[in-house]
């Protein structure tokens, strides 16, 4: 199939592209790489009236970093992330998650930024930022505001994002030498969307402990009490806690879904522990 | 040197192009002038059209049914009593059966504008009750699902040899109860044609992407009631048939119309959304087993209700009941069977109609009689690899005419049953532990087969279709300049006919592999065929140019002794050239002499010249059995449901091989086909009868890191009754996979007590069997 | 229509068109530029036959379009006819049988091509993993993963960092300004159990929300039997006519990309003794060619003490392209929201606080649904349901 008619433009400036959005009957659509959007719109499922390419505002493709926290900007690519085309302040999560984003040819044009607008909850940025504690930074006719990755998704294919904001950076604490991480994701098939996805982070220097059940067909939920488990009792006891916490928590799913969540957040666990007797 | 005839491994003619992008596809096919067409298709299952409207300004751009007065709709007959009959229209004009069914053609510069054309067509529907699945669509009472039925079923078939006696005295008795899901096929380019009419010529010219233009262009004829001789069907490069384009579609007669009335071109490219919901289905059966044993798990009878969920109409020419013909008459397998019961219910329901996929019928009952060798094995305590061995006919009992009077040609099945247990290293894997160090259960499985190829004139009709093959033609002709030219009807759609052909022309001319050249697939000319399918290409196009070859090769021999003076006894084929002793003449030199200096031939020479046409069918119409046996050892993680294929070993037997690379290249590629209905490939419908996977993302296709390396040996027994003792191979691979993965997955699940048994075997259906199965684990506890 | 002019280099060679900015990238180099070799298998993102290298990095020229090549540098399969490393991967194609039909054979020797240059030398498994976007339905993979393997070995990877554009590292303008806790509060349970799919009318699927309010149900009936008040609750509907039982309307669905509207009518019944109210209706939205029916049905039962307990079910049931995919769970996730902002608006408005403007208009919801019901899409009346 081939699209509905769209128009496109491409600002130059994150002003320009604020303008281009602001006008909300113009039904403008921001095409950040297109690598979701395009078989929607190829499926003519998604019909907006104009594309606005925000691939070549050259803002949306910063790196800051100072001595806590570090950002990056929406619009780097999956495969930027794979290769460390910048400093890796992640202890290797963030290359590893992008290496393992759909295929390498999509890798190469998706976006960062993109795949978290699109609030597939399957999509592996969604669960990784909501993991690490990240923040997203919105920008709107309004000015700037930040979310919380955690709270981003509303739920499925819907975030905080307004119709006029664009997600602009992801702000993301620095992960210290000690940090450990786990991301087990179930798939039946190489670069297919997750069945479950279960993310574990721990850096004790920086406070972090968080536990991550994501691909819920919903906003990911971190499993609080298996962080304090975590933080408390270590990784082992918490996979006995997150099973239960999932039960808990995400009632109205399939059982085998359940069951699925549970091994990938266990799975996550297990690996800090592995790294742990290392 | 070695040889570049049969049995040589010879890389590839088609090759060259394919690898610099210069393919010609149907897609890349240009026509100054060409329309592009998109089809408005129903968004219900069933439902009858209350109103059809044409957006102002396009009435001649969107066709309805009315719109093309003569226009037959696609009607498969059958002689097979009790057959029923389904018109399934190019257009629909008052009722739709199926999600997908083609309604409107809407006619534009290029697709995306047709498309827009399409939304702007406005159709009402009123909603009927649709039937979904094989349970409503065969019970009693349902309304059927076409006018003048007298139930819902397309056929009912049923079979019964000696079980009375067997149920009566049998000691173990095992029953399953097993389904396969609905596939879609998938060849990476979907069909699509280009119509345009030939001024010149004065000829309707279709380029369709198919297996078997001869036939198309019967089917279009008929459809359209317009001569044959003014309709020239040309296949271009296909890209991947897998049985989905060896039917006629309602969009080839749409548009093969539109280019007949209007006079100009016109194309419709399949795109993959409507491969996945409108076309293409295949293989979804459900069976009721009981097998009946002695206690070593010897058969004694096996009786089996098989159900096929036909879809809403029959395709052309192979009916909506080729399916369960042969459901019924494969189920037995290689097995030694005497006493067999077996009904067939053909279901109609509002699904798109059912296509032959690569091993038609037989990956479903190869799933269904080796899970039941399984069943027995488990029931009478023994290893399921000894059971099967005990139970396959035996070498020392070929031929064979097993219970449903299939002709076992040749072959010693039990042998490649133990070569694949010897390659998977069966006694290492049992003698190690059931779990892996990642906690994972780890099981090996079984499949043997036999398939029945290149059967011919007597099965088909058989089957009562309306178009049985005979025997395949061959022009074969040696150029003025020495080279070798092969027309063949059949068409090549990958599996390398190319090549193959060529190879057999070498064997009897030995015109160098470099100067043979071959055309297929075009009724303009080439000499008839009914085409590639049913595994037949090989053995009988082959066996045309074996024949057509040999004769042109005694031609070349004539003419060569006169050139060299010599008797033709004496002139033998050698180094590419043409000797008697050590005095030589070039192929070149033959084909001068006789196209262009006949002065220096003598006047008896053969008026047949140097091409000839030959024609070939097998000296049985049986067909000639390959077979093979198929391990797998899995690893099955219980906690997330999802399966890792360990090793993967195939032994099969095709009968010589005319290149061994290529019976490699068609026994692995089936074998992919056969995971993906194994693991992953699975096309539902909801109650509505919407099509749930209308993308790849829904519709798993078996990537690189989903496969294995599978690992092949062959052993080589040729067929007494075809030349050259040739085989089919292209349907094989797909067959075992299915009961191989599935018995391994079982294996595995041994020690829960769980066990599988619908395909495909996805995480969520093993954790539901290993959840099926706790409760009985805690009552043992 | 607005056209573009797109300029471009493609195999070298400077390329000008004129095009719909809605053209895909793959179109333009086959129906405009006559350069067939780069194959559509899917348009959706697949397969990997259309694989093109998009200024110096292997992209899907299906879901890229005429705009956002503006520019560009493609090289297309036959961009790499005399390309070294291709006409080895060409020969060991051939050689291991690696190609059957052809058809995905372009785009699979530019993703072989890519893993060879960044990676160098690499082992199988790394390959499979690597062409897990190029699928091939003939060959499965063995031969294309040993010629692959093949042609790799001996090669140096390119410095993975040395293409990508540098990007400055620089101190952050100022700090994330969210104060995290260690411990993320955990989601509020569900309140509801939803049961979708075990709706009771066969092709239906159903949640059910329970909600109990400190009012009496006579109260409640009587603000819940007016129509008006509860359609404003629902997020995305407007009733533009109500005449009697029969009422006109619009149900707006924001979901992501796609902007769902389904305009038409449909009824009401309310049953003042039984306190049960419903609305229904079904439609079609035009974009997608999809049709729906939808219900939403509440009960006002008593509760403990003078509270009373609502009970609001939504049904629905989908025709059409928007039901075409099997992720069933997505869709009952945004049911399942559409289900708890209806209630909890209804509870605001009980209480006689404000409707958030937010959680009527801007929540994207898939669809409850009024449809052109009469007029598009008529359903034949079951009487067993």
Not at chain 2, 211 to 230: D, F, K, W
Not at chain 3, 5 to 23: C, D, H, I, Q, W
């Amino acid at each position: 199939m081939k699209p509905a008619p769209f128009d496109y433009v491409r600002p130059r400036s994150l002003p320009e592209a604020t303008a281009l959005l602001s006008d909300e009957s113009a039904n403008a659509k921001i095409f950040a790489g297109g690598q979701s959007l395009g078989p929607m719109l190829n499926l003519r499922l998604a019909r907006p009236a104009k594309l606005v390419d925000i691939r070549n505002i050259q803002a949306l493709r910063a790196v800051r970093v100072d001595e806590k926290s570090y950002s990056i900007g929406a619009t780097l690519t999956h495969a930027e992330i794979e290769d460390g085309a910048f400093e890796d302040f992640s202890q290797g999560l963030l290359p590893f998650v992008a290496r393992g984003i759909a295929y390498r040819a999509v890798r190469n044009r998706g976006t960062v930024g993109g795949s978290l607008s699109h609030a597939d909850p399957a999509a592996d940025w969604v669960s990784t930022m909501a993991a690490i504690g990240a923040t997203m930074v919105v920008h709107g006719p309004a000015g700037e505001r930040r979310v919380p990755a955690e709270q981003f998704l509303v739920g499925a294919f819907t975030s905080k994002l307004g119709a006029t904001e664009l997600l602009t950076a992801i702000e993301l604490p620095r992960l210290s030498a000690t940090a450990r991480w786990g991301y087990y994701k179930v798939c039946r098939k190489t670069g297919e969307f997750a069945k479950a996805i279960g993310v574990t982070i721990q850096d004790p220097r920086a406070g972090i402990f968080r536990v991550l059940a994501g691909s819920t067909e919903g906003r990911p939920v971190l499993l609080a009490r298996s962080g304090e488990t975590l933080a408390t009792q270590g990784a082992d006891r918490a996979a006995g806690v997150a099973r239960q916490e999932i039960e808990e928590v995400l009632p109205h799913l399939e059982p085998g879904h359940r069951q699925q969540l549970a091994v990938a957040v266990q799975r996550s666990l297990q690996k800090i522990s592995l790294l742990e007797t290392v | 040197m070695a040889s570049e005839g049969i049995g040589a491994r010879v890389l590839r003619k088609e090759d060259a192009r394919h690898l610099r992008g210069r393919g010609q596809f149907v897609g890349d096919i240009r026509i100054p002038g060409m329309l592009e067409v998109a089809f408005v298709r129903s968004p219900v299952a069933h439902a009858l059209i209350r109103e059809r409207k044409k957006p102002a300004g396009f009435e001649n751009s969107v066709i309805f049914n009315d719109d093309m007065p003569g226009v037959l709709p696609i009607t498969t007959r059958s002689s097979i009593p009790g057959y029923k009959v389904s018109d399934y229209p190019a257009l629909a004009a008052e009722r739709v059966r199926f999600v997908g069914e083609t309604i409107a053609m809407c006619v534009a510069p290029n697709r995306a504008a047709a498309e827009d054309l399409c939304e702007l067509v406005d159709i009402q529907y009123e909603e009927l009750d649709p039937i979904v699945n094989c349970a409503t669509g065969r019970a009693s009472g349902v309304k059927p699902l076409h006018d003048g039925w007298t139930d819902n079923l397309f056929l009912r078939t049923s079979f019964d040899q000696g079980m009375d006696e067997v149920i009566a005295k049998a000691p173990v008795v095992v029953e399953l109860e097993l389904s396969t899901a609905r596939q879609t096929m998938h060849p990476m380019e979907g069909k699509g044609l280009v119509a345009w009419w030939d001024h010149r010529a004065g000829q309707l010219v279709v380029h369709t992407s198919t297996q078997v233009p001869h036939m198309i262009r019967i089917g279009l004829a008929e459809c359209l009631g317009i001569p044959q001789a003014i309709i020239r069907v040309a296949a271009p490069d296909v890209g991947g048939g897998f049985g989905y384009k060896c039917m006629l579609m309602p969009e080839e007669v749409a548009v093969a119309w539109l280019a007949y009335t209007r006079q100009g071109a016109f194309r419709w490219i399949e795109d993959r959304r409507e491969h996945l919901t409108a076309g293409a289905n295949a293989r979804q059966h459900e069976y009721k087993i009981k097998a009946y044993a002695d206690e070593r798990g010897r058969f004694l009878g096996l009786d089996a209700d098989v159900a096929v969920d036909c879809g809403a109409y029959s395709v052309w020419p192979f009916s909506a009941c080729l399916e369960a013909a042969q459901a019924s008459g494969n189920l037995p397998g290689p097995y030694d069977l005497k006493a067999y019961r077996c009904s067939t219910f053909s279901v109609a329901t509002n699904k798109p109609p059912f296509a032959p996929y690569r091993g038609v019928a037989r990956p479903g009952v190869c799933f269904a009689i080796e899970l039941t060798i399984d069943a027995i094995a488990k029931a009478v305590g023994r290893e399921a690899w000894e059971v099967r061995l005990e139970n396959l006919v035996a070498a020392s009992a070929m031929p064979y005419t097993n219970v449903t009077k299939k002709f076992y040609d040749s072959g010693n099945y039990p042998a490649s049953l133990l070569e694949v247990k010897r390659m998977i290293d069966f006694d290492r894997i049992r003698s190690e532990p059931r779990r892996d160090a990642k906690g994972r259960y780890l099981g090996v499985g079984f499949a043997t087969y036999t398939e029945q190829s290149a059967h011919g004139t007597k099965v088909f009709a058989q089957w009562g279709l309306p178009l049985v093959p005979g025997f395949d033609q061959a022009h074969v002709k040696l150029t003025p300049d020495g080279a070798l030219e092969i027309k063949a009807g059949i068409h090549t759609i990958g599996q390398g006919l190319e090549t193959t052909l060529a190879q057999i022309a070498h064997e009897q001319t030995r015109v160098p592999l470099k100067d043979i050249r071959v055309v297929l697939g075009d009724t303009a000319n080439t000499p008839f065929s009914t085409g590639a399918y049913a595994s037949r290409g090989i053995v009988m196009t082959g066996g045309a140019v074996s024949v057509a070859s040999e004769i042109v090769a005694g031609r070349i021999k004539s003419i060569a002794a006169h050139l060299l003076q010599v008797r033709p006894e004496d002139i033998s084929f050698r180094d590419g050239a043409i000797f008697a002793g050590e005095a030589s003449v070039s192929y070149e030199d033959v084909g001068r002499a006789w196209y262009m200096r006949p002065d220096q031939l003598p006047d008896d020479v053969d008026r047949g010249g140097l091409e000839a046409t030959g024609a070939y069918k097998p000296q049985i119409d049986s067909g000639v059995f390959s077979y093979a046996s198929h391990a797998a050892y899995v690893a099955v993680d219980a906690e997330t449901g999802l399966v890792e294929i360990l090793d993967y070993a195939i032994c099969e037997d095709c009968g010589t091989m005319v290149n061994p690379m290529i019976v490699d290249g068609q026994t692995i590629g089936g074998a992919a086909q056969g995971v993906g209905t194994a693991l992953f490939e699975e096309s539902p419908y909801d109650d509505n009868g919407q099509p749930l996977a209308s993308t790849l993302i829904d519709y798993l296709l078996p990537g690189p890191t989903e496969l294995p390396r599978f690992r092949i040996s062959h052993m080589e027994t040729p067929s007494p009754y075809s030349a050259h003792g040739l085989k089919g191979v292209g349907e094989g691979g797909a067959i075992a996979p299915a009961g191989a993965l599935v018995n391994a997955i079982n294996d595995a699940l041994a020690p829960l007590n769980a066990a599988v048994h619908t395909i495909p075997a996805s995480p969520e259906r093993i954790l539901a069997a290993i959840a099926a199965a706790k409760p009985t684990l805690n009552d043992a506890a | 229509m607005p056209m573009l002019n797109v300029s471009l280099t493609v195999n070298g060679r400077p390329a000008a068109a004129t095009v719909e900015p809605r053209t895909q990238l793959c179109e333009l180099l086959r129906e405009n530029l006559n350069l067939t070799g780069t194959h559509v298998g899917c348009e959706q993102g697949v397969c990997g036959a259309c694989t093109v290298v998009v200024d110096g990095k292997p992209q899907r020229s299906c879901i890229s379009y005429a705009g956002d090549c503006e520019g560009g540098s493609i090289t297309t399969i036959e961009g790499f006819d005399d390309d070294a490393l291709m006409d080895e991967l060409r020969v060991a194609f051939s050689r291991h049988h690696a190609l059957q039909c052809g058809f995905c054979t372009p785009g699979m020797l530019i993703t072989a091509r890519d893993i060879i240059l960044r990676l160098g030398e690499t082992s199988a498994a790394r390959i499979r993993e690597e062409l897990s976007g190029n699928l091939c339905r003939c060959t499965g993979y063995v031969g294309i993963v040993e010629a692959v393997e093949q042609v790799s070995k001996g090669k140096a990877a390119r410095d993975p960092k040395a293409p990508v554009a540098a990007i400055e590292a620089t101190v952050a303008s100022r700090p994330a300004d969210t104060v995290r806790k260690v411990f993320a509060p955990a989601p509020r349970p569900t309140v509801a159990t939803p049961s979708a799919g075990t709706s009771a009318r066969k092709g239906w699927s159903s949640i059910e929300q329970r909600l109990t309010v400190g009012f009496s149900p006579d109260v409640v009936w009587d603000r819940l039997s007016d129509i008006r008040e509860v359609s404003t609750c629902l997020p995305g509907a407007e009733i533009t006519e109500l005449d009697g039982d029969r009422i006109r309307g619009k149900m707006n669905v924001t979901l992501g990309p796609m902007k769902i509207a389904f305009n038409g009518d449909g009824n009401v019944m309310l049953d003042a003794e039984r306190r049960i109210g419903r609305l229904s209706g079904g439609g079609r939205d035009a974009g997608s060619g999809s049709t729906a029916e939808g219900e939403v049905e509440w009960r006002v039962l008593p509760g403990e003490a003078s509270d009373s307990l609502i009970q609001v079910s939504l049904s629905w049931r989908l025709s059409g392209r928007l039901a075409q995919f099997n992720r069933a769970g997505l869709v009952q996730d945004v049911i399942q929201r559409l289900a708890s902002i209806f209630v909890s608006n209804l509870e605001a408005s009980l209480k006689g606080e404000a409707i958030g403007e937010q959680s009527v208009k801007s929540l994207g919801i898939f669809s409850l649904m009024w449809g052109v019901f009469k007029e598009r899409f008529l359903r034949r009346t079951r009487k067993n349901t």
